[in-house]
């Protein structure tokens, strides 16, 4: 079930619409930003609202006669705002939800800013290459070095992998953001050189 969120933080968040596919990230990273975003919302003031329904029935009230416009979740989606997916876990690890995902978000021209490090990305391509024209992907890893990939993420793919996933985008005519994230100086010793 994927929840919508409004993010809070507009100074240090990409978007403002977060579309999380789940609670958990079948990535496995070592440092995972989706448990420290957990913990950190957990902990004093709440950093981000939700809806208390899914992705799914947010879309239906925006498009129904039940339509409320002070509810900005329920305004964004009608009014196309750009939601970020997914902000703290992988989007695409279930295929199954990221293709209905995908194509509602097609149907009603919805922009998204997807953040990922590749994982079924293939699988979701004869869908998502649709939206070469409304969409930003953005690719982070930490290394070229695929040993430090297998050990600090170990469910990701490879960086070779995630180069031909930037060609495929690239190609098809898509704007693609590259990060060398996280940034560990034993990990990447030329930032200047991987870029």
């Known amino acids: 079930m994927a929840i919508l969120r409004l993010l809070n933080e507009f100074g240090r968040e990409s978007v403002v619409l977060a579309l999380e596919p789940s609670r958990e990230c079948v990535a496995k990273c070592v440092y995972c930003f989706a448990a420290l975003n957990s913990k950190a919302q957990s902990h004093g003031s709440q950093k981000s609202l939700k809806d208390t329904g899914t992705f799914e029935s947010i879309i239906n009230r925006a498009h129904s006669s039940a339509y409320d416009p002070s509810n900005f979740l329920e ?31 097609d149907k009603l021209s919805i922009p998204l800013f997807v953040q990922t490090k590749g994982i079924n990305f293939n699988e979701v391509w004869p869908i998502y ?18 040993q430090v990939i297998k050990r600090f993420e170990p469910g990701t793919p490879k960086s070779a992998e995630r180069i031909a996933m930037i060609r495929k985008a690239v190609e098809a005519g898509f704007h693609v953001a590259l990060a060398l994230s996280p940034y560990h100086e034993k990990w990447c010793k030329d930032p200047e050189d991987f870029m």
């Open 129 to 146: 290459k649709r939206f070469h024209d409304n969409s930003v992907l953005f690719v982070s890893f930490p290394s070229l070095d695929d």
């Open 75 to 105: 305004w964004s989606i009608r009014n196309r705002m750009t939601l970020g997916y997914a902000n703290t876990v992988e989007p695409f690890q279930d295929v199954h939800q990221s293709l209905g995902i995908l194509n509602a978000c």
